[in-house]
Nanobody, 126 residues
C-alpha cells in the first residue's frame, strides 16, 4: 500500500488547513488510518486516527476541538481538518495505515501501523 499525503503549506496563526492522504489500494477491510506529526527537534507524536469500518475517531488531547479526522471510503482517502492553528502545530504531518486486525489496537502508537506516507509540511507563522 502506498500513501500519498498532501495539503500542507504555510498558514498564519488562527488559520485552517485540510490535509489529505490517499491510499493506492482499496481500503475496505483495513482497520484504521491515522495522522502523526514531527516537529523540528522533537519526537513523532500522535495526532488522530479513525477506524475504517465504524468511523470511530481518536484524538490527542491537545488536538481535540481543533482538529477533525474524516474518511471517504469511495476515494480511499482520509482527511485532517485543522482549525485555529498555532505556531506549535508546525511540523511534518505523516499519515499511516493499519491494514490488519490484531496487535494492541492502541492507535496512538506508531508501531501499530504498517504503512506510512511521505509526510507533508505544515508551517504556521505567528
Amino acid at each position: 500500500v502506498q500513501l500519498q499525503a498532501s495539503g500542507g503549506g504555510l498558514v498564519q496563526a488562527g488559520g485552517s488547513l485540510t490535509l489529505s492522504c490517499a491510499a493506492s489500494d482499496p481500503t475496505f477491510g483495513y482497520y484504521a488510518m491515522g495522522w502523526f506529526r514531527q516537529a523540528p527537534g522533537k519526537e513523532r507524536e500522535f495526532v488522530t486516527a479513525i477506524t475504517w469500518r465504524a468511523g470511530k475517531a481518536y484524538y490527542a488531547d491537545s488536538m481535540k476541538g481543533r482538529f477533525t479526522i474524516s474518511r471517504d471510503p469511495a476515494k480511499n482517502t482520509v482527511y485532517l481538518r485543522m482549525n485555529a492553528l498555532e505556531p506549535e502545530d508546525t511540523a511534518v504531518y505523516y499519515c499511516a495505515i493499519k491494514t490488519f486486525y490484531g496487535g494492541s489496537y492502541d492507535l496512538q502508537t506508531g508501531a501499530e501501523y504498517n504503512y506510512w506516507g511521505q509526510g507533508t509540511l505544515v508551517t504556521v507563522s505567528s
